[in-house]
């Protein structure tokens, strides 16, 4: 099968420790931290068990040429016009495997209400699940069900998806160039952020890269003030001197990055430059710190203490940073005040401080997404991060 050993090795601890006989997964980002497999039309189960292998069962219409190597594929009929009901017979083979494997009076192990997921290839619209998914998923099993802890499978990723994620930033540094090499005066922001998700949606095809999507934010000059409650490109157009961010979030295979960028179109005034230094020492001050064993609140107040300093402290209101990788937004406790959450070796965390202000008129962030080590941290995202390239 194509699933990593790392992953197999605690996924079946986890179904030991609690007692399950399966697990079921089924949201886009649980297929790719599972099997690194980014489904097409978002409704594909994948059923691990305790004991034999793992099947896939996905819907009749799913290409063939994305499904992963050397694992179990059964099909059911969803989108087949006069066929049984997909549903009812996706129930019936899950219930069929867990009775043959003989695991159907152990519960199954899955997460009903995980808040959000990532979005499948169809990314403009996910194909819909039936009224009451869960709850009929809960009765296939004699034992009932368990929540599944998400959060355990997202915070630390496996040298495969380290190497998955490398290949994303490869990409990632395309789409940050292009951001670049686009801030002329008279462009709108939404050209240059057009220009940007162009830059990788051309990857495609190119080496290791079979599926990539970007989302290209772009504020500039006051538009940048408000950069730290939301992210929008408007038909703004660039002025000469003035500052210009880009909030790119960007999924290639299902591997996620989230990065922040700040350039110009001539000189900044005084004041952005100013709190463009403030925002890039703080973020120095913040990854400098992070090794494992160090809590999270503690690299959020290294950055917020410079920024503070500066006498800005009231200009940066969100927190340091999240998990990043198999979603735009992980789940799990990041860097924020208060998280005491202790950094490990495997997890990948932006790191993004910010200034911004309407008092001011303009803001900046400067976002990387820095993988902990075994010693210390390493920088994923380390491509153009000065003003201009």
Not at 97 to 103: I, T
Not at 248 to 265: E, F, H, K, M, P
Not at 270 to 285: G, L, M, R, S, Y
């Amino acid at each position: 099968m194509s699933m990593n050993e790392s992953r197999k090795q605690q996924l079946d601890g986890m179904l030991q420790q609690r007692g399950a006989g399966a697990f079921l997964f089924w949201r886009p980002d649980e297929l790719v931290l599972t099997l690194g497999y980014l489904p097409h039309w978002g409704i594909s189960f994948l059923l691990y068990p305790r004991d034999g292998e793992p099947v896939l069962f996905v819907p009749e219409l799913e290409p063939e040429d994305i499904l992963p190597a050397g694992i179990a594929v059964h099909t059911f009929p969803w989108g087949v016009l006069d066929g049984p009901d997909p549903w009812e017979e996706l129930y019936a083979g899950i219930r069929g495997v867990l009775k043959v494997r003989g695991l159907h009076r152990l519960p199954l192990s899955f997460t009903k209400d995980i808040g959000r997921s990532a979005p499948c290839r169809m990314a403009g619209e996910q194909a819909p699940l039936p009224p009451g998914l869960c709850d009929r998923l809960s009765l296939l099993c004699l034992g009932g069900y368990i929540e599944t802890d998400t959060e355990s499978l997202y915070t630390v990723k496996t040298p495969q998806d380290i190497a998955a994620l490398e290949v994303t930033h490869r990409v990632a540094t395309l789409a940050v160039r292009t951001f670049y090499r686009n801030l002329q005066p008279g462009k709108t922001e939404a050209a240059v952020a057009a220009a940007v998700e162009a830059a990788v949606q051309e990857a495609t095809g190119s080496e290791g890269v079979d599926y990539a999507k970007a989302w290209g934010l772009v504020q500039s000059g006051i538009n940048t003030a408000a950069a730290g409650r939301f992210n929008r490109s408007t038909g703004k157009a660039l002025a000469a001197g003035e500052g210009v961010l880009l909030e790119l979030s960007i999924c290639i295979n299902g591997y996620w990055a989230d990065i922040t960028r700040v350039g110009q179109t001539g000189q900044l005034p005084p004041v952005h430059k100013k709190i463009v230094d403030i925002v890039a020492e703080a973020q120095a001050a913040a990854i400098e710190s992070m090794r494992p064993g160090v809590a999270m609140e503690v690299i959020d107040e290294r950055a917020r203490r410079v920024i503070r300093a500066a006498g800005y402290g009231d200009h940066f209101a969100h927190g340091l940073g999240h998990h990043v990788g198999f979603r735009y937004h992980d789940p799990g406790p990041g860097l924020w005040p208060g998280s005491r959450a202790l950094l490990r070796p495997g997890m990948i965390l932006t790191v993004e401080p910010g200034i911004y202000g309407v008092d001011i008129a303009c803001g900046a962030r400067i976002e990387d997404n820095v993988l902990v080590t075994e010693d210390g941290y390493r920088i994923l995202s380390d491509y153009y991060r000065d003003l201009t390239i």
